[in-house]
C-alpha cells in the first residue's frame, strides 16, 4: 500500500535531488548539442557587453586624463585679468591642488638679436597634470619634468636659440628682467590654451615670481591669467565650479577639456554615441537570439516534460528543474562571457597600443556588473517565459502529441522580451528620451514590416504543397509557414538593419573625420601679412619645399543694416561654431567673441573699452555688442569645404557689390538673397546684394568666413592677407627665418593641436571598427537561431517528401529559392528601416549631413538573400544527406 | 488495485460535445494483466490515460490504490504516479538526447537513488541490451527502442504497468518478443498491467479482456490463459 497523497502532499523530491538532475539533464543536452546555442547567445550578450563597457570605462577614464593633461589640470579658469586671490584659497580648502599661469607676448632680447616670443609664467606647482619635456641641448630629444623654471631661469624654445644668437647659459632680458636660459622646452602639457598668446612665436617660459620684475605685465596690457586646479574627486570639482558660477555670477566660468577643444569634444561625443549605439544593437540582438534560441529549446523539450511527469514529476518541481539549468547555464555564461569579454577589451587596447599614449587606469567592477546583469535580464525576459511556460505542459502529451504547444500564449514571450529590452535600452543609455525615441522607431519599423511582409507573403489560398516544381514548392512552403516567415522576416530585417545602419554609420563617421582633418591640412596659420609681402612669402616656401597656399585678404566689418533696417536677433549666434573657425578666432585686434580673444575682451570690459560701452542709445548698443564684428575676405573661387546652398557663386567676369553669406548666419540675420546689406569696414559704409548662401565646415582647422565679398567690393578699405602651410617638425626651424624676414608677421602654430585632434580620432576610429565587428557577430548569431528556429518543421516535411519520392535536387532547389526569397524581402526591407534610421541618427545625434546611400538599395537585398540562403542552406543540407527513416525517427 | 466508477468523458469540439467514454466502470485486482481492446476510436486510449491519471475524467472516478484521482490536482496525481505508476507507449517516447542508458536512469534518478546507473545497467542487460547502453534512440530498432523504455517501465519499481499499444509500431516476430518480454517482467516483478491493444492473440495472454466498443464496455470476461492459470491453482 502506498502512503496516502493528501492536498498537503509535496512533491517527494529534494532540492538536492532535483538540482542534481538539473545538472545531469544540462550536461546531457549540451552534450546532445540542444543548449549550446542558448548558451553561445548568452555568452556573446554578456560578451559584448561586458567587453565595450570596459573599453568604454577605461578608455573615458584615459581619455579624461589625457584630456586633462592637454589642460595641465583638471579645470581651467582663464582670464584677461587677474581672478580674485580667494578662488585659490576656496579651492585649497576643498583638497584640491592650484597653480597660475600667465601668458603674454613679448619681445626676447640678447646681446645679438631679438624676437618675438610666446611668454609663460608658471606656479610652482605647475603643471597639476601632465608633464613638461625640457632638454640640455636644443633640437634633441627630451626628458619629462614636473615643474617649470625656477625663479631666475628662463626655458626656451629650440628655434630661439639660434634666432637670439645665444646657447644654454646665456642670458635674455624679457622687458626689464634678465633671466639666464637654462633649458630647452620642447613640450608643454597646455601649449595651445592660451590661444594667441600661446601661438605668436616659440616659447619662453618663466617663473611667475619673475614676472613683476620684467615690468611687462601692466594695466591694459594683452595677458591671459589662467587659474589651474586638479583634485581626485569629480565632484568636488563640479561643485567647486558651480560655486564660481555662483559666486561670480558668470564672471568666471571653470572649463573643462570639452570646451577647451571643440574638435576633441566632438569626436568623442560621436564616438560615444556610437559605442553606446553599438553596444545597444549587441544587446539587443543577442536578446533576440536568446529569445530565438530559447522558444526553440522550450518546444522541443515538451516531449522531456511529459515523461518527466509520467514519471511523477510535479510542475512546481519541474519549475525547480528547468530554473536550476538556467540559473546554472546563465552563471557559467557570466564566467565564460565575463573572461571574453575582458580578453576582448584587452584585444582592442593592444590595438590600440599605439595611439593611446597614456597609462590606462584599472578597470572598476562596475563593467562586469552591467555584463552579468544584461544575461540575467536577458534570460529574466527572454528565455524564462517560454521556460516557464513547460510547466504547463500537460501528462497526456505522452498519448496526444498535438497538446501542449502554445499552452502559455505565443505571444507573452515577446511581451516579456519587449519589456526587457526598454528596461535594457533605459539602463544602458540612462536617458530617457533616447529610450523613447529608438523604442518607438524599433516599434513602428517592426509594425511597419510585419505588415509588409504579410501582404507579400499572403496567399491566394492555393491547395497543396505544389510538389512539381521547386519553385511553386518553395513559394507555398513559404505561404504556409506565413505566421514564422513573417516573424522570421522581422528578425532578418531588424537585424540586417542593424548591421546596416552601423556599417554605413561608421564608413559615414570615419569618411567624415578623415576628411576634417586630411593628411596634408596646413598647420601653420600666417596673419598680418601686406599684399607687397605675398610674393616674397611664397618665393620663401618655394625655395624651402614648404607648400604653400592661398591668400585670403582679411578686413574686420561689422552689420548695419539689411534692406535699410538694423537686425535684430533675438538670441546669440551658436558660438560652437566662431569658436571652431580659426579665421574667427584669429583676430589680434578686432575680435570679441572667440576663445583666442575672450581675454581681450574681459580686459577691454574692464577698462570700459568695450563695444557695447560706445556712445550709443543703449538698446541699439546692446544689439551692436550682440552683432559683433566679423573677419571678412573676398574672393574669386568659391574656398574649398565651402557649399552653395542658395543663390549662384560668382563668374570669372565678376561685378562688385556682391556678398556671400554663410548660411547659418544668414538665417540668424533673417537675410534673404537678393537683399542689400550694409557694412561699416574701417570706419566706412559699404552696400552690398546678398547673392548666394554657403554651407561651410567649420571644424577643419581652415581659414573659414560668415561673410565674402565679390573682389573689388572692398579690395580698397586696406586689408592684412593670411595664409596656411603644411611645416613638418624638421621644417619648423624655417620659421625662425620667416619672421625675420618678414616682422610684421604673425605665425600661430596649430600642429600640436592638429596632431592632437588626428591621435584622438584615430584612436576613436579604431574603436568603432572593433565595435562594429563585435556586433556583426551578434548579429550573425540571431541569423543563425532564427534560421535553426524552424529546423525541425522543415526536416520533417522535407523528410516526408523524400519518403514520398521527391529528388534531393528539388528539395535542396526549394529550400534555397525560400530561404533567397526570404532573404531577399528581409534585405530590402532592411535597407528602408536603414535609410530611414541612418536620416534620423545622423540628423539628430552625430550632426551629419544625411546622404542617400544608393548602393545599399542594391547591396541589401543582395546581402539578405546571399545571407540568408547560405546559412539556411547550410542549416538544412542534411535534409537530403540523412535517411528520411532517421529524420522521421527524430522528429516523430 | 483499481476501480473505475461510472467513467465518462466528454470533448468540445467544432461539431458539438463529443462522448468518447459513456459511464465505464471496472475493477482490477492487484497482479492482474487486464487488455483492453477496441477498434480504433473506440476510446482504449482515453481510458488507460484517465485510468494513469494523465487526464481527467469530466464525471465518475477512478480509484488507484484505494486513492480517488478525481481528489486530488495534478500535483498530487504526479506524486501518485510516481509512486504508483509505469508506463511502455506506442510510440516508446524514449528522450532523443539521451542514451539508452540515460533514459532507463531518469525516472530512477527523479527519486534520488544514488544507485541509478547500476540498477539501470542491470534493467538494460535483462532485456538483453547490455552492449548498447550508450546509444542514442535513433540508432536503435524500434524493437531495442521499445526493450528500453520498457526497462524504463520497470526502473521505476512500479506497481501497475499501463502499456499503450507496446507493439503497434514493430513487425509482427518483434512484437512477440516484446510482449514476452514484457509479460516476463510483469509476472517478475509482480506488477498490475493494463493493457490497451487491438490485437486480439496479444489480448488473450492476459487475465481478462474488457471490450470496448464507441466509448462503452460490451464484455468483461476471463481468458483461457486465465483459467487455465486457476484451474493450475485449484489442482494445487
Known amino acids: 500500500m502506498t502512503e496516502v497523497v493528501t492536498a498537503e502532499s509535496g512533491g517527494n523530491k529534494t532540492f538536492s535531488t532535483l538540482f542534481g538532475l538539473a545538472l545531469r539533464l544540462l550536461w546531457r543536452d549540451w552534450r546532445g548539442g540542444e543548449i549550446r546555442l542558448l548558451f553561445i547567445a548568452l555568452v556573446m550578450a554578456v560578451t559584448s557587453v561586458t567587453g565595450i563597457a570596459l573599453f568604454t570605462d577605461r578608455l573615458e577614464k584615459a581619455l579624461l586624463l589625457e584630456s586633462a593633461n592637454m589642460l595641465a589640470a583638471d579645470r581651467v579658469l582663464g582670464s584677461g585679468r587677474q581672478p580674485p586671490e580667494e578662488i585659490l584659497a576656496e579651492a585649497e580648502s576643498l583638497g584640491l591642488r592650484t597653480a597660475q599661469t600667465l601668458s603674454f607676448t613679448s619681445m626676447a632680447f640678447s646681446e645679438s638679436g631679438n624676437m618675438l616670443v610666446s611668454a609663460k609664467a608658471v606656479s610652482e606647482a605647475y603643471p597639476l597634470r601632465g608633464e613638461v619635456i625640457i632638454a640640455d641641448q636644443p633640437f634633441i630629444r627630451g626628458f619629462p619634468i614636473q615643474s617649470g623654471p625656477p625663479a631666475g631661469e628662463v626655458w626656451l624654445e629650440s628655434r630661439a636659440l639660434p634666432a637670439l644668437g645665444i646657447d644654454i647659459g646665456d642670458s635674455v632680458f624679457v622687458g626689464e628682467a634678465e633671466l639666464t636660459v637654462s633649458k630647452i622646452i620642447i613640450a608643454e602639457p597646455d601649449r595651445q590654451q592660451g590661444g594667441m598668446m600661446d601661438s605668436a612665436g616659440p616659447r619662453l617660459m618663466l617663473n611667475m615670481l619673475d614676472v613683476a620684475q620684467t615690468n611687462v605685465v601692466q594695466l591694459g596690457s594683452r595677458v591671459s591669467y589662467r587659474y589651474l586646479f586638479a583634485g581626485e574627486e569629480l565632484e568636488t570639482l563640479d561643485s567647486f565650479s558651480e560655486w564660481i558660477g555662483e559666486e561670480y555670477d558668470g564672471e568666471f566660468r571653470m572649463r573643462d577639456v570639452r570646451d577647451e577643444s571643440e574638435e576633441i569634444s566632438d569626436a568623442l561625443n560621436k564616438a560615444e554615441s556610437f559605442l553606446l549605439l553599438g553596444s545597444l544593437f549587441a544587446v539587443l540582438l543577442a536578446g533576440v537570439a536568446i529569445a530565438l534560441t530559447a522558444k526553440r529549446y522550450s518546444e522541443r523539450h515538451y516531449d522531456y516534460v511529459a515523461i518527466l511527469k509520467t514519471f511523477g514529476c510535479t510542475s512546481n518541481e519541474i519549475g525547480v528543474i528547468y530554473l536550476a539549468i538556467q540559473s546554472v547555464l546563465v552563471s557559467i555564461s557570466i564566467v565564460v562571457g565575463c573572461i571574453l569579454g575582458w580578453l576582448v577589451h584587452h584585444v582592442i587596447l593592444r590595438l590600440l597600443q599605439a595611439v593611446i599614449t597614456v597609462d590606462l587606469p584599472a578597470a572598476g567592477f562596475e563593467p562586469f556588473v552591467i555584463g552579468s546583469l544584461t544575461a540575467v535580464i536577458c534570460l529574466l525576459s527572454f528565455a524564462l517565459p517560454p521556460l516557464l511556460a513547460l510547466r504547463a505542459t500537460p501528462p497526456l502529451r505522452v498519448l496526444r502529441k498535438d497538446l501542449g504547444q502554445q499552452k502559455f500564449g505565443a505571444n507573452v514571450p515577446y511581451g516579456f522580451g519587449i519589456l526587457g529590452t526598454i528596461f535594457l535600452v533605459y539602463w544602458y543609455s540612462q536617458d530617457l528620451v533616447l529610450t523613447t525615441v529608438l523604442v518607438t522607431a524599433v516599434a513602428a519599423i517592426a509594425l511597419f514590416l510585419s505588415g509588409l511582409s504579410y501582404l507579400l507573403l499572403r496567399s491566394s489560398g492555393s491547395v497543396g504543397m505544389k510538389a512539381g516544381s521547386a519553385w511553386k514548392l518553395a513559394m507555398t512552403a513559404a505561404r504556409r509557414r506565413r505566421k514564422q516567415n513573417v516573424l522570421q522576416v522581422m528578425v532578418f530585417s531588424v537585424t540586417i538593419m542593424s548591421l546596416l545602419v552601423l556599417t554605413l554609420l561608421r564608413t559615414d563617421l570615419i569618411d567624415d573625420w578623415q576628411g576634417q582633418l586630411p593628411e596634408n591640412t596646413p598647420n601653420h596659420f600666417m596673419m598680418n601679412i601686406t599684399e607687397s609681402q605675398i610674393d616674397g612669402i611664397e618665393s620663401f616656401f618655394a625655395e624651402n619645399g614648404v607648400d604653400s597656399n592661398a591668400f585670403y585678404p582679411l578686413i574686420s566689418a561689422r552689420v548695419i543694416s539689411v534692406n535699410g533696417e538694423m537686425p535684430d536677433p533675438e538670441t546669440e549666434l551658436n558660438s560652437d561654431e566662431e569658436r571652431s573657425s580659426i579665421t574667427e578666432g584669429a583676430q589680434p585686434e578686432e575680435g570679441e567673441s572667440s576663445r583666442y580673444d575672450q581675454a581681450r575682451s574681459e580686459l577691454d570690459a574692464a577698462t570700459g573699452n568695450s563695444e557695447a560701452a560706445e556712445e550709443e542709445e543703449p538698446g541699439e548698443g546692446q544689439i551692436r555688442g550682440r552683432l559683433g564684428r566679423r573677419q571678412v575676405t573676398w574672393a574669386n573661387d568659391l574656398p574649398p569645404d565651402n557649399l552653395i546652398t542658395d543663390g549662384s557663386w560668382w563668374g570669372e567676369a565678376v561685378d562688385a557689390g556682391y556678398v556671400s553669406i554663410e548660411d547659418d548666419y544668414a538665417g540668424w540675420l533673417d537675410i534673404e538673397i537678393g537683399d542689400r546689406v550694409e557694412f561699416e569696414i574701417n570706419q566706412q559704409t559699404i552696400f552690398a546684394e546678398v547673392s548666394s548662401f554657403r554651407s561651410v565646415r567649420w571644424d577643419n582647422m581652415q581659414p573659414n568666413f560668415f561673410i565674402i565679398f565679390s573682389p573689388g567690393t572692398i579690395n580698397h578699405l586696406g586689408a592684412t592677407f593670411l595664409s596656411t602651410a603644411l611645416m613638418e617638425r624638421d621644417q619648423k626651424i624655417l620659421l625662425n627665418d620667416l619672421v625675420r624676414l618678414f616682422p610684421t608677421m604673425v605665425v600661430i602654430e596649430i600642429d600640436a593641436l592638429i596632431e592632437q585632434v588626428q591621435n584622438i580620432i584615430a584612436q576613436v576610429t579604431s574603436a568603432i571598427e572593433l565595435i562594429s565587428v563585435l556586433v556583426l557577430v551578434c548579429g550573425a548569431l540571431v541569423l543563425l537561431a532564427c534560421v535553426n528556429a524552424t529546423l525541425d518543421e522543415r526536416f520533417h516535411e522535407n523528410a516526408i517528401l523524400r519518403t514520398l519520392g521527391a529528388g534531393k535536387r528539388l528539395i535542396l532547389s526549394s529550400l534555397l529559392i525560400e530561404f533567397a526569397s526570404i532573404g531577399a524581402l528581409a534585405g530590402i526591407i532592411a535597407t528602408i528601416g536603414a535609410e530611414a534610421s541612418l536620416y534620423y541618427l545622423q540628423e539628430e545625434v552625430f550632426e551629419q549631413e544625411f546622404n542617400m546611400h544608393y548602393w545599399v538599395w542594391i547591396a541589401g537585398p543582395l546581402i539578405g538573400m546571399v545571407l540568408i540562403a547560405g546559412l539556411g542552406m547550410n542549416s538544412t543540407r542534411q535534409v537530403v544527406s540523412t535517411s528520411p527513416l532517421s529524420v522521421l525517427r527524430r522528429v516523430i | ?236
Open chain 2, 1 to 236: 488495485m483499481i476501480r473505475i466508477e461510472n467513467l465518462c468523458k466528454s470533448v468540445d469540439t467544432s461539431e458539438g460535445l463529443l462522448t468518447i467514454l459513456k459511464s465505464v466502470s471496472l475493477d482490477i485486482d492487484t497482479g492482474e494483466a487486464v487488455a483492453i481492446i477496441g477498434a480504433s476510436g473506440s476510446g482504449k486510449s482515453t481510458l488507460l490515460g484517465l485510468m494513469a491519471g494523465l487526464d481527467t475524467a469530466t464525471t465518475g472516478d477512478v480509484v488507484l490504490d484505494g486513492q480517488s484521482l478525481n481528489a486530488m490536482d495534478e500535483e498530487q496525481r504526479a506524486i501518485l504516479r510516481g509512486k504508483l505508476v509505469g508506463f511502455v507507449f506506442q510510440s516508446f517516447q524514449l528522450l532523443p538526447s539521451l542514451t539508452a542508458l540515460e533514459n532507463v536512469m531518469l525516472p530512477i534518478e527523479l527519486k534520488g537513488d544514488a544507485q541509478a546507473n547500476e540498477k539501470a545497467k542491470r534493467l538494460l542487460a535483462r532485456v538483453g541490451l547490455d552492449e548498447r547502453g550508450h546509444h542514442y534512440p535513433n540508432q536503435l530498432s524500434g524493437g531495442e527502442q521499445q526493450r528500453v523504455a520498457i526497462a524504463r517501465a520497470f526502473a521505476t519499481e512500479a506497481r501497475i504497468l499501463f502499456a499503450d499499444e507496446p507493439t503497434g509500431n514493430l513487425d509482427t516476430a518483434t512484437g512477440a518478443k516484446i510482449v514476452e518480454l514484457l509479460f516476463d517482467l510483469n509476472r517478475e516483478f509482480s506488477t498490475t498491467l493494463v493493457l490497451v491493444t487491438h490485437d486480439e492473440r496479444l489480448a488473450q495472454k492476459c487475465d481478462r479482456i474488457v471490450r470496448l466498443v464507441a466509448g462503452e464496455v460490451v464484455s468483461d470476461e476471463k481468458t483461457s490463459a486465465r483459467n487455465e492459470k486457476d484451474e493450475e491453482v485449484a489442482s494445487d
